[in-house]
């Protein structure tokens, strides 16, 4: 039962565009969404999150987007640039229980042409 | 460099056999994350351990088990290894539990093949 998924494998850009990266959950008792980014033989890197009190947090070239009723977040970086190229996955918490799990998504790979 | 370091980077072993992961948390971290990554999957939660107690537990096969040390290092042990264990699995480590307030920080991963 995949709670959190990215439909999208890979996407590719120009360098200077926006990308727009989407994750969707089930479950909503999700009240914290986090990007993670992940470049080869490295561990993932936190890159911004989101609370689900909020619709929108923004930290310098990213921007992330909730849209609660229909339980869809989105990544959107602009202007992409070529260091930008890596994996990117959606997570998840739902802190009822106080606990530190995250609920990964499958990952986007994205590809940012020079 | 994240400060959580995983011992070995890589391993190859064969079925039926048994092995050990390593790792060590960020200085100050109390709380260690398991995660196993398949091929074309996402990370997969298996289990937290918070101050050496076990906090929270994902699908975690029987097979698999792990524990927090008294200095906080923490180890997952595999046994009775299939090839469907083949993954990266990652350690992560992060000062307290709630992440809309502790950052989890991961290691750099472990590649186990089982052949």
């Known amino acids: 039962d995949q709670q959190v998924k990215q439909n999208s494998p890979s996407l590719s850009v120009q360098e200077g565009r926006i990308s727009i990266l989407n994750c969707d959950y089930t479950n909503s008792m999700f009240d914290y969404f986090l990007w993670y980014k992940k470049y080869p033989a490295e561990g993932p890197t936190f890159l911004i999150s989101?609370?689900?009190?909020?619709d929108k947090n923004e930290d310098g070239r990213f921007t992330v987007f909730l849209n609660k009723s229909a339980k869809h977040l989105s990544l959107h970086i602009v202007p992409s640039q070529p260091g930008d190229s890596a994996v990117y996955f959606c997570a998840a918490s739902a802190n009822s229980g106080n606990t530190g799990k995250l609920i990964f998504g499958q990952g986007t790979t994205l590809q940012v042409k020079p | 460099d994240s400060g959580v370091t995983q011992t070995p980077k890589h391993l190859i072993t064969a079925t039926g056999q048994r092995v050990t992961l390593r790792c060590s948390p960020r200085s100050g971290d109390l709380s260690v994350y398991w995660y196993q990554q398949s091929l074309d999957q996402g990370l997969q939660f298996l289990i937290q351990?918070?101050?050496?107690?076990?906090?929270a537990k994902g699908n975690i096969l029987e097979r698999f088990s792990a524990q927090q040390f008294p200095d906080l290092h923490s180890e997952l042990n595999l046994s009775s290894l299939e090839l469907g264990d083949s993954a990266l699995y990652f350690c992560?480590?992060?000062?307290?539990?709630?992440?809309?307030?502790?950052?989890?920080?991961f290691g750099p991963g472990t590649r186990l093949t089982v052949t």
């Open positions: 992560a480590s992060s000062r307290g539990q709630n992440p809309k307030t502790y950052e989890q920080y």
């Open positions: 351990y918070y101050n050496g107690e076990e906090r």
């Open positions: 989101i609370s689900s009190i909020k």
